[in-house]
T-cell receptor, first 116, second 112 residues
Framework: GAVVSQHPSRVICKSGTSVKIECRSLDFQATTMFWYRQFPKQSLMLMAT?????????EQGVEKDKFLINHASLTLSTLTVTSAHPEDSSFYIC????????????FGPGTRLTVT | KNQVEQSPQSLIILEGKNCTLQCNYTVSPFSNLRWYKQDTGRGPVSLTI?????NTKSNGRYTATLDADTKQSSLHITASQLSDSASYICVVRQTGANNLFFGTGTRLTVIP
């Protein structure tokens, strides 16, 4: 149980274009989903937290207009990187939990974004 | 400042040998500590969770310890296998918040 999937697993896009990454909880309802970014040889950095049906809460330094997060249902959240630039190239990982606070986060397999 | 530090940064061991990874934290108030295994290009997978009252917990060849007084945890891997090659990340949760504090990980390479 508690499986989280991401799609796509890898994406290459040209600078200036937008790319959407999906995160799905396959066997449970995720009230809260989290989006992380991980640069090479670094640990995960939380970008934003989203609760189903409400606006995402972004961490300091993360541009909400650049990284659009939609959590329209209890099993799906999307992250759209708008007007992508090479410095946005990174490994994006989502996690999902049945609630906030002390509930366990289940991580997805990640999406490798390369912006050329 | 809430921080999680791991050592060593990287480690190479021979297949079949044991190893111990360290995690020191300053996160307060403390809720729990998890060790995750992250294969290259994959998301983290939970190995163990330690709460304040737990000192030792095992999951197969993985044994985690926690000393809440000194704010230290270790992950011991017994009889390493090639498939153990991965990054091991220590993550500490703060009580009453969504906040997770991630260590930078230890990159373990097991060689034949």
């Amino acid at each position: 149980g508690a499986v989280v999937s991401q799609h796509p697993s890898r994406v290459i896009c040209k600078s200036g274009t937008s790319v959407k990454i999906e995160c799905r909880s396959l066997d449970f309802q995720a009230t809260t989903m989290f989006w992380y970014r991980q640069f090479p040889k670094q640990s995960l950095m939380l970008m934003a937290t989203s609760n189903e049906g409400s606006k995402a809460t972004y961490e300091q330094g993360v541009e909400k207009d650049k990284f659009l997060i939609n959590h329209a249902s209890l099993t799906l959240s999307t992250l759209t990187v708008t007007s992508a630039h090479p410095e946005d190239s990174s490994f994006y990982i989502c996690s999902a939990s049945v609630g906030g606070g002390a509930y366990e986060q289940y991580f997805g397999p990640g999406t490798r974004l390369t912006v050329t | 400042k809430n921080q999680v530090e791991q050592s060593p940064q990287s480690l190479i061991i021979l297949e079949g040998k044991n190893c111990t990874l360290q995690c020191n934290y300053t996160v307060s108030p403390f809720s729990n500590l998890r060790w995750y295994k992250q294969d290259t290009g994959r998301g983290p997978v939970s190995l163990t969770i330690m709460t304040f009252s737990e000192n030792t917990k095992s999951n197969g060849r993985y044994t985690a310890t926690l000393d809440a007084d000194t704010k230290q945890s270790s992950l011991h891997i017994t009889a390493s296998q090639l498939s153990d090659s991965a990054s091991y990340i220590c993550v500490v949760r703060q009580t009453g918040a969504n906040n997770l504090f991630f260590g930078t990980g230890t990159r373990l390479t097991v060689i034949p």
